[in-house]
């Protein structure tokens, strides 16, 4: 038999997280069949992915496994946290007003500008010379 899970899909500059949520378990995180501390060993980025859960008081009543690709680190763990929101809201949809209000719904859609000719960066110009 199958065990029930939610699965929300979050993207983050180049980076995509598929993320899928099964209630009732121990609170354990696993990101590309590693530990979420091992997968993200900065200091910030695993509170920053936990903050869905906890904005919505359910950290530790949920096992969440992770698929990521694309991206850097940041971005990664960005994408990580969209998905977990997204996950959560089909789970229980009335949880939306307080991922809403955190901005755990919207999906950051910044992206590297392009290069463009001429220029050395998207918008930094060569220095000016006179002589």
Known sequence: ???????GVGRRKTATAR???????????VVNNKPVEQYFPRVGDVE?????LKATGSEGRYNIT???KG???TG???AVRHGIARALLKFDPELRPVLRKGGFLTRDARE????KPGLKRARKAPQYTKR
């Open 19 to 29: 993320v899928r949520i099964f209630p009732g378990g121990t609170g354990s995180i």
């Open 112 to 115: 590297k500008e392009r290069k």
């Open 71 to 73: 991206g850097g680190v």
């Open 76 to 78: 990664q763990a960005d």
């Open 1 to 7: 038999m199958a065990v029930q899970y939610y699965e």
């Open 48 to 52: 920053r992915l936990m903050e869905p």
């Open 66 to 68: 992770v698929l990521v």
